[in-house]
């Protein structure tokens, strides 16, 4: 059976709330995969940044790059996906 779109939503948030907490914790590459689900449920650009930002402190910058890059296509205004961006072009 398909879940409905109220379970999605809620599926999405759960995925959010792991990412960080592994993030926190230094485990960066399973916060990434828990993000990758996250984002195979909704295309969320908080859940690109999240994602950039563990891509970035496991040094994949070019992915990292994309994923800030992808952040900003679905939220232009956001300017913390745009000055992390930066910071990340920066380093490359």
Request: aromatic share 6%; hydrophobic share 40%.
């Amino acid at each position: 059976r398909k879940p409905k779109a109220k379970d999605l939503s809620s599926d999405v948030a759960y995925f959010l709330q792991k990412g960080d907490e592994l993030r926190r914790e230094g485990s960066y590459q399973e916060a990434i995969e828990v993000l990758d689900r996250a984002l195979l449920v909704e295309k969320s650009s908080r859940a690109l940044s999240a994602r950039a930002s563990a891509r970035r402190a496991l040094l994949q910058r070019e992915t990292a790059l994309n994923d800030y890059s992808a952040a900003l296509k679905l939220d232009p205004t956001a300017s913390v996906y745009l000055s992390s961006r930066g910071v990340v072009k920066s380093e490359l």
